[in-house]
């Protein structure tokens, strides 16, 4: 079974307006942390914004929002304002487990990605 | 403060040949981690190294191995390379420990086997 999935293949939006990319994920842990990257064709995974599962606020980082909600298990990423250079493919991942404390040993699991297209 | 630097950037190699990919990461940054991406399989797992011991290690052949030196970089080495071995190979480093590590990736070695 998939441990996370991104179920939009591809979406448009028009510029200046605000688009959600879907992400829903599978543990038992009770402690992970899930995580946005952008690539844009160039290659290079962009890290966008994280969210803990102890966190009891919605991370925020400029533009980009992340609508966690727990119990569905989802972490949509809110992309508002959209601007030209937010084409690129987003991956949602979660890393698990999850330690507040001391290093630990995890990996990072991805999506398949949404490509986001936006329109002048 | 760099970013997580890769070399090189692009490689072709033919079939049966071996390949070494390197990986300088964010000073400080005492992990390193490699993905593997391909368009049908998406971006997977290979190993992570932290304080030059491997600390996890996904499901690939034993071909794919690596290791990592004193300065933290890391080298990837990918044996008898096969034609589904052609990917962009990402790197990514983090600080190694706390709640809040993210990782930051390189550019990738985009390797073609033909």
């Known amino acids: 079974a998939q441990k996370i999935t991104q179920t939009q293949p591809g979406m448009f939006v028009q510029e200046k307006e605000a688009v959600t990319l879907d992400c829903t994920y599978d543990t038992s842990d009770q402690s992970y942390g899930l995580f946005w990257y952008k690539q844009p064709s160039s290659g290079e995974m962009i890290f966008l914004i994280y969210q803990g599962s102890y966190d009891e606020q919605n991370a925020t980082e400029g533009r980009y929002s992340l609508n966690f909600q727990k119990a569905r298990k989802s972490a949509n990423l809110v992309i508002s304002a959209s601007q030209l250079g937010d084409s690129a493919m987003y991956f949602c991942?979660?890393?698990?487990?999850?330690?507040?404390?001391?290093?630990?040993?995890?990996?990072?699991?991805f999506g398949k990605g949404t490509k986001l297209s936006v329109i002048p | 403060k760099a970013g997580v630097t890769q070399t090189p950037r692009y490689l072709i190699k033919t079939r049966g040949q071996q390949v070494t990919l390197s990986c300088s990461p964010i000073s400080g940054h005492r992990s390193v981690s490699w993905y593997q991406q391909t368009p049908g399989q998406g971006l997977q797992f290979l190993f992570e190294?932290?304080?030059?011991?491997?600390?996890n290690k996904g499901n690939f052949p034993g071909r794919f191995s690596g290791r990592q030196f004193s300065n933290s970089r890391s080298e990837m080495n990918v044996s008898t390379l096969e034609l589904g071995d052609s990917a962009l190979y990402l790197c990514?480093?983090?600080?190694?420990?706390?709640?809040?590590?993210?990782?930051?990736f390189g550019p990738g070695t985009r390797l073609t086997v033909t």
């Open positions: 991942a979660m890393r698990e487990p999850y330690a507040y404390s001391g290093a630990g040993s995890y990996q990072l699991t």
């Open positions: 990514a480093s983090s600080l190694g420990g706390g709640p809040r590590d993210e990782q930051y």
């Open positions: 190294y932290f304080s030059e011991t491997q600390r």
